[in-house]
C-alpha cells in the first residue's frame, strides 16, 4: 500500500542551528513533493514544491531535496529562530488525481 | 481580499445530527477538498472535486456527503452516520489536482 512517512514525531533543536526533516515514501511515483507548514489550530501553509525532475529547491532559509531513487525528501531550515516551531507537513500528488500527506513534524526551535 | 473561508470557527452538534461545514473560495479555484485532521494524526482526505458538478470520494468518505453546484462552494454535511465526527475540518482549493493547496483556517466540530 502507498505510504508516506515523516522521520518523527517531534524534532527539538537550538536557535540558529539547522533543522532537517525528513519524508519518506512507499509504492508512489510522485510527479512532485510539497511541504507546509501548520500552526496549532490553523490551516496548514504551502512553502515549496519541487518536481521529480528536480533535485533542490531553495526559498531564503529554506531548502527542499527530492531523490527518487531513495524516495526520500529532506526540508532543511537554516539559522533556525523560534518563529520556526511549528509542526510541518509533506505532501505527495496521487497518480495525479490527489495529495496525499504526511503525518507531519512537530519542530520546536529552542532560544 | 482573496482567500478561502471556512464558517464557524468551532460548532457544537448533538448526537444523531446533521451538520453542514461552510466552504468558501474566491480564488478561482477549480479544485477543492475536504480533510479531517484528528489530535496527533496527519491530514485526512474525505472528499475532492475537481470542477463544478463532480467530486471524488477521498479515503473516509463514510458518513459524508458534498456537494459542489458553485465553482467558489463546495460545503461538507457530516452524517449521524459518522461514527466518531468529533475533529478539525479543513477545507483547501488549488488551481487543479496536484498543485499547491490553499487552506481555510479550520472548524472544530464537536459532537456530544
Known amino acids: 500500500s502507498q505510504k508516506i512517512e515523516q522521520n518523527s514525531e517531534a524534532l527539538n533543536i537550538q536557535e540558529g542551528k539547522t533543522a532537517t526533516l525528513t519524508c519518506n515514501y512507499t509504492?508512489?511515483?510522485?510527479?512532485?513533493l510539497q511541504w507546509y507548514r501548520q500552526d496549532p489550530g490553523r490551516g496548514p501553509v504551502f512553502l515549496l514544491l519541487?518536481?521529480?525532475?528536480?533535485k533542490e529547491k531553495r526559498k531564503e532559509r529554506l531548502k527542499v531535496t527530492f531523490d527518487t531513487t531513495l524516495k526520500q525528501s529532506l526540508f532543511h531550515i537554516t539559522a533556525s529562530q523560534p518563529a520556526d516551531s511549528a509542526t510541518y507537513l509533506c505532501?505527495?500528488?496521487?497518480?495525479?488525481?490527489?495529495?496525499?500527506f504526511g503525518a507531519g513534524t512537530r519542530l520546536t526551535v529552542k532560544p | 481580499d482573496g482567500g478561502i473561508t471556512q464558517s464557524p470557527k468551532y460548532l457544537f452538534r448533538k448526537e444523531g445530527q446533521n451538520v453542514t461545514l461552510s466552504c468558501e473560495q474566491n480564488?478561482?479555484?477549480?479544485?477543492m477538498y475536504w480533510y479531517r485532521q484528528d489530535p496527533g494524526q496527519g491530514l485526512r482526505l474525505i472528499y475532492y472535486?475537481?470542477?463544478?458538478?463532480?467530486?471524488q470520494k477521498g479515503d473516509i468518505a463514510e458518513g459524508y456527503s458534498v456537494s459542489r453546484e458553485k465553482k467558489e462552494s463546495f460545503p461538507l454535511t457530516v452524517t449521524s452516520a459518522q461514527k466518531n465526527p468529533t475533529a478539525f475540518y479543513l477545507c483547501?482549493?488549488?488551481?487543479?489536482?496536484?498543485?499547491?493547496?490553499?487552506f481555510g483556517p479550520g472548524t472544530r466540530l464537536t459532537v456530544t
Open positions: 483547501a482549493s488549488s488551481t487543479s489536482i496536484g498543485n499547491e493547496q490553499y
Open positions: 509504492n508512489y511515483s510522485p510527479a512532485y
Open positions: 519541487i518536481r521529480e525532475n528536480e
Open positions: 505532501a505527495l500528488d496521487r497518480n495525479n488525481n490527489d495529495m496525499r
Open positions: 480564488l478561482n479555484h477549480d479544485a
Open positions: 472535486s475537481q470542477i463544478v458538478n463532480d467530486f
